[in-house]
């Protein structure tokens, strides 16, 4: 299907484990993000990339890895999950031409929740 | 830090009447933009509206963005039980080198009854 995908939608694991969220897109966009959206905070950057081998941080970075061996495909690792990292996490993509940001296309999310 | 704040935090209003919601914001943009997010969804793009522009129409929406105050507004007129959402400003910070990236502000929760 054409568009941004995540997978899974729901996850729950355990404290400590390590976890992993995908993000495929079909539109070859040059950027991507991950963002976690959480009550009374909005949503807030975790990493993003300008093309393929290139990431960089975001606002809230700590505990997450990520990596963009093709266009398509920006995964996320937790590393150890921690309960702090329940949340709402989003994909998404854009095309930006020069020094500034255009419209992003988001994922439907993966609700996480850490035991 | 967040660079938009969305007021008010919540809105209800009646089908068919206006619904006006705020963002203001702190530095100096290249763009700000709308978006929507239904309950249990991702955030859809509504618009998007350059720093040199002053106002932008796209169907029911109306945007204005005012420079001078830092501020952006949000209408949706004849308003429809299916515009129930969330309503988030984003803003494209003009920064030294550029910036590929938008910071969200926390949104306006609209309700509208039929």
């Known amino acids: 299907d054409a568009g941004i995908t995540q997978s899974p939608r729901y996850k729950i694991t355990e404290t400590g484990r390590q976890v992993t969220l995908m993000c495929h897109q079909t539109?070859?966009?040059?950027?991507m993000f991950w963002y976690r959206q959480d009550l009374g905070h909005g949503l807030r950057l975790i990493y993003y990339?300008?093309?393929?081998?290139?990431?960089d941080k975001g606002e809230v970075p700590d505990g997450y890895v990520v990596s963009r061996s093709k266009t398509e495909n920006f995964p996320l690792t937790l590393e150890s999950a921690t309960r702090s990292q329940t949340s709402v996490y989003f994909c998404?993509?854009?095309?930006?031409?020069?020094?500034?940001?255009?419209?992003?296309?988001f994922g439907p999310g993966t609700r996480l929740t850490v035991t | 830090s967040q660079q938009g704040e969305e007021d008010p935090q919540a809105l209800s209003i009646q089908e068919g009447e206006n619904a006006t919601m705020n963002c203001s914001y702190k530095?100096?943009?290249?763009?700000l933009q709308w978006y929507r997010q239904n309950s249990g969804r991702g955030l859809v793009h509504l618009i998007l509206?350059?720093?040199?522009?002053r106002e932008k129409h796209s169907g029911r929406l109306r945007v204005t963005l005012d420079t001078s105050k830092k501020s952006s507004s949000l209408l949706i007129t004849a308003s429809r039980a299916a515009d129930t959402a969330s309503y988030f400003c984003?803003?494209?910070?003009?920064?030294?080198?550029?910036?590929?990236?938008?910071?969200f502000g926390k949104g306006t929760k609209l309700t509208v009854n039929p």
């Open positions: 998404a993509s854009s095309e930006a031409l020069g020094t500034t940001s255009y419209e992003q296309y």
């Open positions: 509206i350059r720093s040199n522009e």
């Open positions: 530095t100096s943009i290249n763009n």
């Open positions: 984003a803003t494209d910070p003009r920064t030294k080198g550029g910036s590929e990236k938008l910071v």
């Open positions: 990339s300008a093309a393929a081998d290139i990431t």
């Open positions: 539109w070859s966009h040059s950027y």
